[in-house]
């Protein structure tokens, strides 16, 4: 596991989209997975701003997100299908049939995520935030890990931290469905940045914890090829 500590939340993130971007020049049609959530905003910001000045051609590349709320329609701003649309999607040139977000209906099937995401050849690179309880995608703490995209119940925690973007708590959708911490494994390279002291404990706990479904990011420990890229805030309890 590669850890990376850098002085600011944009620096960290920026080093993830420096990675992306390897992985799109390397290998044009790669398969990216791809996140959601505030951090990983500005490595999106890059790939976008080299996408523009023609560095970045993502018209062969294909795109499995790792989740979205059960529930919310995807013309709903808050949904992480317009989240995608708004943030990169509708801003490179990605072709509309590559693109490909977990079905947050009520008949949603994670089976079919997973072929589709085995068909497609596996995910080359996968960027990943962190929860402030150590969830990855929205893998939750749990008495055991879940391979396969599933439907999840989301804890308290997790509301409460995603109701910045909700009017209240009681806004935020109770389920979602998330990749499974299988899928995540899966990846031949997986990018995880954390910022921000509230990340400080599952950060430590990632790296340096037991490996437990009750902090799903410890499984990372035994991914080969693995970087978190954290600030110093998150990187706090990191002392040797
Ligand atoms: P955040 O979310 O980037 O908005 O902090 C990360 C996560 O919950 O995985």
Redesign the pocket.
């Known amino acids: 596991m590669e850890f990376h500590v850098y002085d600011t939340a944009r620096e960290a993130c920026e080093a993830a989209g420096f990675l992306f971007a390897a992985q799109i020049t390397r290998k044009g049609d790669s398969i990216l997975g791809l ?1 959601t ?4 905003i500005p490595a999106y910001e890059m790939m976008v701003e080299w996408h523009k000045r023609g560095v970045l051609d993502f018209s062969r590349i294909r795109t499995f997100n790792l989740d979205e709320y059960v529930g919310i329609d995807y013309k709903n701003p808050l949904s992480y299908h317009a989240f995608m649309e708004e943030n990169l999607f509708g801003k490179v040139n990605i072709r509309k049939e590559n693109i490909h977000l977990p079905s947050g209906n009520a008949a949603a099937d994670g089976e079919a995520y997973d072929k589709m995401i085995r068909d497609a050849g596996g995910i080359d690179i996968q960027l ?4 402030r309880n150590g ?2 995608g929205f893998n939750e703490p749990a008495d055991e890990f879940t391979y396969g995209t599933h439907v999840v119940t989301l804890t308290e925690d ?1 509301i409460e ?1 995603n109701a910045r973007f909700f009017k209240s708590a009681d806004e935020v959708p109770r389920q979602a469905i998330s990749m499974g911490v299988g899928n995540i494994m899966a990846a031949k390279c997986v990018v995880l940045v954390a910022t921000g002291a509230n990340k400080a404990q599952a950060v430590y706990d990632t790296i340096r914890g037991p490996i437990t479904p009750r902090v799903p990011a410890s499984i990372l420990q035994l991914h080969p090829c693995c970087v978190i890229l954290a600030d110093r805030e998150a990187a706090s309890l990191m002392k040797d």
Request: charged letters at 0%.
């Open positions: 996140a959530g505030s951090t990983p990943l935030g962190i929860g969830h990855i997790t931290a």
